[in-house]
Protein backbone atom coordinates (compact mmCIF):
# COMPACT_ATOMS: atom_id res chain seq x y z
CA UNK A 1 0.00 0.00 0.00
CA UNK A 2 2.88 2.23 0.43
CA UNK A 3 4.03 1.24 -2.72
CA UNK A 4 0.87 2.67 -4.01
CA UNK A 5 1.20 6.10 -2.13
CA UNK A 6 5.11 6.40 -3.58
CA UNK A 7 4.17 5.41 -6.97
CA UNK A 8 1.21 8.27 -7.26
CA UNK A 9 3.26 10.79 -5.29
CA UNK A 10 6.73 10.67 -6.73
CA UNK A 11 6.05 10.05 -10.25
CA UNK A 12 6.00 13.81 -10.96
CA UNK A 13 9.34 13.31 -10.59
CA UNK A 14 9.69 11.06 -13.94
CA UNK A 15 7.46 13.04 -16.13
CA UNK A 16 9.62 16.18 -15.27
CA UNK A 17 12.44 13.97 -16.80
CA UNK A 18 9.87 13.53 -19.61
CA UNK A 19 9.77 17.49 -20.43
CA UNK A 20 6.61 18.12 -18.26
CA UNK A 21 6.53 21.45 -18.06
CA UNK A 22 7.63 22.55 -21.59
CA UNK A 23 4.85 20.80 -22.76
CA UNK A 24 2.11 22.76 -20.62
CA UNK A 25 3.71 25.31 -21.08
CA UNK A 26 4.96 26.00 -17.40
CA UNK A 27 7.63 27.30 -15.41
CA UNK A 28 9.66 26.03 -12.96
CA UNK A 29 8.30 28.66 -10.40
CA UNK A 30 4.62 27.30 -11.41
CA UNK A 31 6.14 23.90 -10.47
CA UNK A 32 7.23 25.64 -6.98
CA UNK A 33 4.07 26.14 -6.76
CA UNK A 34 1.96 23.38 -7.42
CA UNK A 35 4.58 21.29 -5.29
CA UNK A 36 3.75 24.16 -2.21
CA UNK A 37 0.20 23.33 -2.77
CA UNK A 38 0.56 19.68 -2.24
CA UNK A 39 3.02 19.66 0.78
CA UNK A 40 0.18 22.70 2.61
CA UNK A 41 -2.73 20.34 1.80
CA UNK A 42 -0.78 17.28 2.79
CA UNK A 43 0.09 18.38 5.97
CA UNK A 44 -3.53 19.83 6.44
CA UNK A 45 -4.42 16.14 5.56
CA UNK A 46 -2.48 14.60 8.41
CA UNK A 47 -5.34 15.12 10.95
CA UNK A 48 -8.56 15.25 9.77
CA UNK A 49 -8.53 12.05 7.70
CA UNK A 50 -7.71 10.48 11.42
CA UNK A 51 -11.07 11.37 13.07
CA UNK A 52 -12.72 9.90 9.77
CA UNK A 53 -10.71 6.60 10.06
CA UNK A 54 -11.33 6.38 14.01
CA UNK A 55 -14.86 6.40 13.21
CA UNK A 56 -14.81 4.56 10.18
CA UNK A 57 -12.12 1.99 10.78
CA UNK A 58 -8.57 1.61 9.36
CA UNK A 59 -9.82 -1.35 7.20
CA UNK A 60 -12.12 0.91 5.20
CA UNK A 61 -10.83 4.07 5.05
CA UNK A 62 -7.83 3.63 3.93
CA UNK A 63 -8.64 1.35 0.82
CA UNK A 64 -10.95 4.57 0.42
CA UNK A 65 -8.16 6.49 0.29
CA UNK A 66 -6.29 5.02 -2.18
CA UNK A 67 -8.98 4.63 -4.91
CA UNK A 68 -9.58 8.37 -4.51
CA UNK A 69 -6.24 9.32 -5.24
CA UNK A 70 -5.49 7.03 -8.08
CA UNK A 71 -8.41 8.74 -10.04
CA UNK A 72 -6.68 12.18 -9.67
CA UNK A 73 -3.33 10.70 -10.17
CA UNK A 74 -4.45 8.88 -13.79
CA UNK A 75 -6.65 12.08 -14.56
CA UNK A 76 -3.00 14.11 -14.52
CA UNK A 77 -2.89 12.15 -18.30
CA UNK A 78 -4.59 14.89 -19.51
CA UNK A 79 -3.20 18.03 -17.46
CA UNK A 80 -3.59 21.17 -20.34
CA UNK A 81 -1.62 23.88 -18.16
CA UNK A 82 -1.46 25.64 -15.19
CA UNK A 83 -4.92 25.49 -13.43
CA UNK A 84 -5.58 21.91 -14.03
CA UNK A 85 -1.74 21.27 -12.85
CA UNK A 86 -2.28 23.35 -9.73
CA UNK A 87 -6.02 21.82 -8.76
CA UNK A 88 -4.49 17.88 -9.09
CA UNK A 89 -1.58 19.13 -6.66
CA UNK A 90 -4.04 20.10 -4.62
CA UNK A 91 -6.61 17.22 -4.71
CA UNK A 92 -3.76 14.52 -3.94
CA UNK A 93 -2.10 16.46 -1.30
CA UNK A 94 -5.97 16.39 0.53
CA UNK A 95 -6.35 12.91 -0.28
CA UNK A 96 -2.94 11.72 0.56
CA UNK A 97 -2.14 13.45 3.72
CA UNK A 98 -4.14 11.27 5.73
CA UNK A 99 -2.49 7.57 4.51
CA UNK A 100 0.43 7.44 6.40
CA UNK A 101 -0.76 8.20 9.98
CA UNK A 102 -3.77 5.61 9.24
CA UNK A 103 -1.77 3.23 8.53
CA UNK A 104 0.59 3.44 11.27
CA UNK A 105 -2.50 3.82 13.41
CA UNK A 106 -3.86 0.09 11.87
CA UNK A 107 -0.48 -1.62 12.65
CA UNK A 108 -0.36 -0.62 16.18
CA UNK A 109 -3.55 -3.09 16.52
CA UNK A 110 -1.26 -6.05 15.76
CA UNK A 111 1.60 -5.18 17.05
CA UNK A 112 3.45 -3.93 20.91
CA UNK A 113 5.28 -0.53 21.01
CA UNK A 114 9.13 -1.95 20.90
CA UNK A 115 7.45 -4.22 17.51
CA UNK A 116 6.46 -1.03 15.55
CA UNK A 117 9.85 0.68 14.99
CA UNK A 118 11.00 -2.40 13.05
CA UNK A 119 8.18 -2.63 10.92
CA UNK A 120 7.64 1.05 10.60
CA UNK A 121 11.31 0.77 9.16
CA UNK A 122 10.27 -2.07 6.55
CA UNK A 123 8.00 0.47 6.16
CA UNK A 124 10.07 3.26 5.01
CA UNK A 125 12.15 1.20 3.56
CA UNK A 126 9.31 -0.01 0.81
CA UNK A 127 9.09 3.97 0.25
CA UNK A 128 12.18 3.82 -0.84
CA UNK A 129 12.17 0.56 -2.73
CA UNK A 130 9.34 2.01 -5.14
CA UNK A 131 11.55 5.43 -5.93
CA UNK A 132 13.88 2.75 -7.70
CA UNK A 133 11.21 0.52 -8.79
CA UNK A 134 9.14 3.35 -10.09
CA UNK A 135 12.73 4.70 -11.82
CA UNK A 136 12.76 1.52 -14.06
CA UNK A 137 8.94 1.32 -14.62
CA UNK A 138 9.44 5.50 -16.23
CA UNK A 139 12.54 3.99 -18.12
CA UNK A 140 9.70 1.54 -19.87
CA UNK A 141 6.59 3.39 -19.74
CA UNK A 142 7.98 7.00 -20.95
CA UNK A 143 9.29 5.16 -24.15
CA UNK A 144 5.62 5.47 -25.30
CA UNK A 145 5.89 8.81 -26.02
CA UNK A 146 3.63 10.08 -28.79
CA UNK A 147 1.76 6.76 -29.14
CA UNK A 148 -1.67 7.69 -29.98
CA UNK A 149 -0.86 11.34 -29.38
CA UNK A 150 0.37 11.44 -25.82
CA UNK A 151 3.65 12.36 -24.46
CA UNK A 152 5.32 9.68 -22.48
CA UNK A 153 4.21 11.65 -18.95
CA UNK A 154 0.26 11.09 -19.55
CA UNK A 155 1.38 7.68 -19.96
CA UNK A 156 3.00 7.63 -16.68
CA UNK A 157 0.36 9.13 -14.48
CA UNK A 158 -2.46 6.94 -16.23
CA UNK A 159 -0.49 3.80 -15.96
CA UNK A 160 0.45 3.91 -12.67
CA UNK A 161 -2.80 5.44 -11.18
CA UNK A 162 -4.67 2.71 -12.55
CA UNK A 163 -2.08 0.40 -10.86
CA UNK A 164 -2.90 2.24 -7.60
CA UNK A 165 -7.01 1.74 -7.95
CA UNK A 166 -6.37 -1.99 -8.47
CA UNK A 167 -4.32 -2.38 -5.49
CA UNK A 168 -7.11 0.00 -3.53
CA UNK A 169 -9.36 -2.65 -4.46
CA UNK A 170 -7.58 -5.39 -3.54
CA UNK A 171 -6.62 -3.85 0.23
CA UNK A 172 -11.07 -3.33 0.36
CA UNK A 173 -11.19 -7.40 0.66
CA UNK A 174 -7.22 -7.89 2.14
CA UNK A 175 -8.05 -5.71 4.75
CA UNK A 176 -9.57 -7.08 8.27
CA UNK A 177 -10.91 -4.83 11.34
CA UNK A 178 -8.93 -6.28 13.68
CA UNK A 179 -6.67 -9.23 14.70
CA UNK A 180 -10.07 -11.19 15.39
CA UNK A 181 -12.20 -10.50 12.35
CA UNK A 182 -9.78 -12.06 9.58
CA UNK A 183 -11.96 -14.24 8.47
CA UNK A 184 -13.68 -13.90 4.90
CA UNK A 185 -14.39 -15.33 1.83
CA UNK A 186 -10.94 -13.97 0.37
CA UNK A 187 -8.95 -14.05 2.93
CA UNK A 188 -10.33 -17.76 4.35
CA UNK A 189 -13.48 -18.69 6.37
CA UNK A 190 -10.64 -19.70 9.19
CA UNK A 191 -9.26 -15.94 9.03
CA UNK A 192 -5.54 -16.16 9.63
CA UNK A 193 -5.47 -17.35 13.36
CA UNK A 194 -6.92 -19.82 16.04
CA UNK A 195 -9.10 -18.35 18.49
CA UNK A 196 -6.32 -19.30 20.91
CA UNK A 197 -3.70 -17.20 18.72
CA UNK A 198 -6.38 -14.35 18.78
CA UNK A 199 -6.57 -14.20 22.99
CA UNK A 200 -3.11 -14.81 23.22
CA UNK A 201 -2.31 -11.04 20.05
CA UNK A 202 -5.00 -9.31 22.48
CA UNK A 203 -3.59 -9.67 25.82
CA UNK A 204 -0.19 -8.98 24.47
CA UNK A 205 -1.31 -5.98 23.14
CA UNK A 206 -3.43 -4.97 26.30
CA UNK A 207 -0.21 -6.01 28.61
CA UNK A 208 2.15 -3.53 26.49
CA UNK A 209 -0.62 -0.61 26.56
CA UNK A 210 -3.85 -1.23 29.26
CA UNK A 211 -5.07 1.99 27.60
CA UNK A 212 -5.89 -0.47 24.54
CA UNK A 213 -8.36 -2.01 26.51
CA UNK A 214 -11.42 -0.46 26.47
CA UNK A 215 -10.34 1.00 22.28
CA UNK A 216 -12.66 0.74 19.70
CA UNK A 217 -11.32 0.95 16.53
CA UNK A 218 -14.73 2.03 15.01
CA UNK A 219 -14.99 4.86 17.47
CA UNK A 220 -14.61 8.00 16.68
CA UNK A 221 -12.26 10.91 18.99
CA UNK A 222 -14.37 13.94 20.51
CA UNK A 223 -12.70 17.27 20.29
CA UNK A 224 -11.87 17.14 24.42
CA UNK A 225 -9.58 14.05 23.30
CA UNK A 226 -8.19 15.64 20.34
CA UNK A 227 -7.11 18.79 22.47
CA UNK A 228 -5.48 16.86 25.07
CA UNK A 229 -3.47 15.52 23.37
CA UNK A 230 -2.31 18.43 21.66
CA UNK A 231 -1.80 19.58 24.89
CA UNK A 232 0.52 17.31 25.95
CA UNK A 233 3.78 18.72 26.19
CA UNK A 234 5.74 15.60 26.01
CA UNK A 235 5.16 14.98 22.33
CA UNK A 236 5.88 18.32 21.21
CA UNK A 237 9.45 17.43 20.38
CA UNK A 238 8.18 14.46 18.57
CA UNK A 239 5.77 16.85 16.77
CA UNK A 240 8.86 19.06 15.69
CA UNK A 241 10.77 16.39 14.21
CA UNK A 242 7.83 15.00 12.12
CA UNK A 243 7.22 18.70 10.84
CA UNK A 244 11.36 18.95 10.25
CA UNK A 245 13.18 15.60 9.00
CA UNK A 246 12.60 15.74 5.55
CA UNK A 247 13.52 18.98 5.43
CA UNK A 248 17.12 18.31 4.45
CA UNK A 249 15.88 15.51 1.84
CA UNK A 250 12.50 16.82 -0.12
CA UNK A 251 14.80 19.86 -1.61
CA UNK A 252 16.77 17.81 -3.84
CA UNK A 253 14.28 14.81 -4.21
CA UNK A 254 12.18 17.32 -5.84
CA UNK A 255 14.52 19.37 -8.25
CA UNK A 256 17.26 16.43 -9.20
CA UNK A 257 15.46 15.33 -12.28
CA UNK A 258 15.39 18.85 -13.11
CA UNK A 259 18.95 19.45 -12.31
CA UNK A 260 20.25 16.19 -14.37
CA UNK A 261 18.27 17.44 -17.47
CA UNK A 262 19.98 20.68 -16.83
CA UNK A 263 23.19 18.96 -17.03
CA UNK A 264 22.52 17.33 -19.82
CA UNK A 265 21.06 13.60 -18.89
CA UNK A 266 18.44 12.14 -21.69
CA UNK A 267 15.12 11.32 -20.13
CA UNK A 268 15.77 7.83 -19.50
CA UNK A 269 19.72 8.49 -18.11
CA UNK A 270 17.64 10.84 -15.65
CA UNK A 271 15.84 8.44 -14.40
CA UNK A 272 18.45 5.82 -13.90
CA UNK A 273 20.75 7.78 -12.65
CA UNK A 274 18.18 8.93 -9.57
CA UNK A 275 18.49 5.40 -7.68
CA UNK A 276 21.79 5.06 -6.12
CA UNK A 277 20.69 7.82 -3.67
CA UNK A 278 17.25 5.72 -2.60
CA UNK A 279 19.87 2.60 -2.69
CA UNK A 280 21.92 4.48 0.22
CA UNK A 281 18.98 5.41 1.81
CA UNK A 282 17.88 2.03 2.42
CA UNK A 283 21.24 0.73 3.45
CA UNK A 284 21.65 3.41 6.12
CA UNK A 285 17.98 2.58 6.85
CA UNK A 286 18.59 -1.30 7.81
CA UNK A 287 22.43 -0.94 8.61
Same mark, same amino acid.
Given at each position: ??????? @?????????? @?????????????????? !???????? +????????? /????????????????????????? +???????????????????????? @??????????? /??????????? &? %? #???? !????????????????????? $?????? +??????? *???????????? $?? /? =??? *?? /?? +???????????????????????? $??????????????????????? &???? $?????????? %????? =????? =?????????? *?????????? #???????????
Amino acid at each position: MFFALQL @DRGNINQALS @DNMLKDLGLTTNDYNNGM !TIFYCNFL +FAELPPQMI /SKKLGSDRWIPVQMVSWSVVASMQA +FLNGKTFFFITRFLLGLIEGGFIP @DVILYLSYYYK /SSELPRRLSFF &W %V #AYQS !TNILSAFLAYGILRLRRHNGL $PGWAWL +FALEGML *TGLLGILAWFYL $PA /S =PYT *TA /SW +FRGKNGWFSKEEEKIIANRIIRDD $PSKGDMHNRQGLGLHQLWEYLAD &WHMW $PMYILGLTWT %VPNTP =PTAYL =PLNLKALGFG *TFETNLLTIP #AYVLFILQLLF
